[in-house]
């Protein structure tokens, strides 16, 4: 008798810490880094969390050294963008947001798709007219980007 229940308790712990292990197999986050499509100096960096094979939301999202055109002779300059709150996935595994930062006028607009059962992500990044600093005025042209795991 003393032996069954040592046995039956053994199986209870054992499969306990099997279904903990796919519980926590359901959900991870895959990091991702990536650029702006035929720009070498640009950085995006992301992850993506995904449940059980389905994209969930986009965080940690940051774009460095963006092409911006600024001022009455549109010279270039580079910004980073960056979100600060997760941006969610929709079933089609599409995304779009637009980021605000009042204190400039910035509005920034992210669209895309999350590929690859959150492998890899394909964007846009845009922004209006903003302006940073006195008398110049800065934007973004529409702008692609891939990032991958």
């Given at each position: 008798?003393k032996r069954?229940t ?14 903990a292990?796919t ?19 640009t ?14 939301k986009?965080s940690?999202?940051?774009a ?9 002779k549109?010279?270039p ?5 960056s979100a600060?709150n ?33 492998a ?9 007219r903003f302006?940073?600093?006195k ?5 973004v ?9």
């Open positions: 008798m069954r040592t046995i039956a308790i053994a199986l209870a712990v054992a499969a306990s810490l099997a279904l292990g519980a926590q197999a359901g959900s991870k986050w895959i990091r991702q880094t990536g650029q702006i499509v035929g720009d070498s100096a950085s995006v960096k992301l992850r993506v969390k995904v449940r059980n094979g389905q994209p969930e986009i940690g999202f940051v460095s050294d963006v092409l911006t055109r600024c001022g009455a549109r010279n300059r580079r910004f980073q963008y600060l997760p941006i969610p996935v929709h079933a089609d595994d599409s995304f779009n947001t637009v980021l605000l930062d009042d204190s400039i006028g910035l509005r920034i607009s992210l669209v895309g798709v999350v590929k690859r059962h959150g890899a992500v394909v964007g846009t990044i845009k922004t209006n302006e940073p600093g008398n110049q005025t800065c934007k042209p529409k702008q692609k980007f891939k990032t991958a795991k």
